[in-house]
């Protein structure tokens, strides 16, 4: 079989979300070094989880460290779902450049991440190539849930393995589209992609980068493993 589609995850694969962290610091009144270090906390605590469970959202764990006076369900009404997505400009200067290349070597792109819903209307004014695009609180369908990569399939209406999967997690990206049946590929940047290329599981993935820009070249060995 051969490999028909690339999927890729949003946040820290395609994104980088310093900016979007670095508002919610500033917003929360936290320095930035502070928030930071907890993110890396929240991102060290995930490794006792129970493998397919569903974590809380980062913020809520971060707040419980560097805010515990706020309430995380009131936080997240007090500000727009607009000033909590990402802009244009975060974009990682290869994720355009590689899902052109992806294209060109015959392969169809998707999108599939958790976001919130304010992230579709970025996404589709972007002008980044893809065909389809699954965002969770739109689908009500959240990462690492197998119903996430159920959709991703059916959305696509191609066998799951002929699909690659790229992301930066190892809990929420590289072990449930493994699961699935997928070629689970693993970037590893940002806070869980340098943390978690250190967890066992990481072994699941069937190609395992340290940016984004070698995907392209590498997709023969990804057409290797199709199946």
Known sequence: MALAAVFFDVGETLVDETG??????????????????????????????PQGQRPRP???????????????????????????????DDLYP?????????????????????QPAAAEAVLRDSGLPFDWLLISEVADVHKPDAAFFERVVALSGLPAGSIAYVGDRVDNDVLPAHAAGMLAVHVRRGPWGVV????????????RLDSLSELPGRLPELEAQAR
């Open 20 to 49: 979007v962290w670095g508002r919610w610091a500033d917003w929360l009144d936290v320095p930035h070094l502070t928030f930071f270090a907890a993110i890396g906390a929240a991102v060290a605590l995930g490794r006792d989880r």
């Open 196 to 207: 978690q290329a250190q967890w066992p599981g990481v072994d699941c993935a069937a190609l």
């Open 58 to 88: 980062v913020l809520h764990e971060v707040l419980r460290l560097v805010r515990p006076d706020l309430d995380f369900e009131t936080v997240m009404r007090s500000r727009s779902e607009a000033e909590q997505v990402f802009t244009l």
């Open 94 to 114: 290869d994720a355009l450049p590689t899902l052109l290349a992806v294209r060109e070597r015959g392969c169809r792109v998707g999108l599939a991440a958790n």
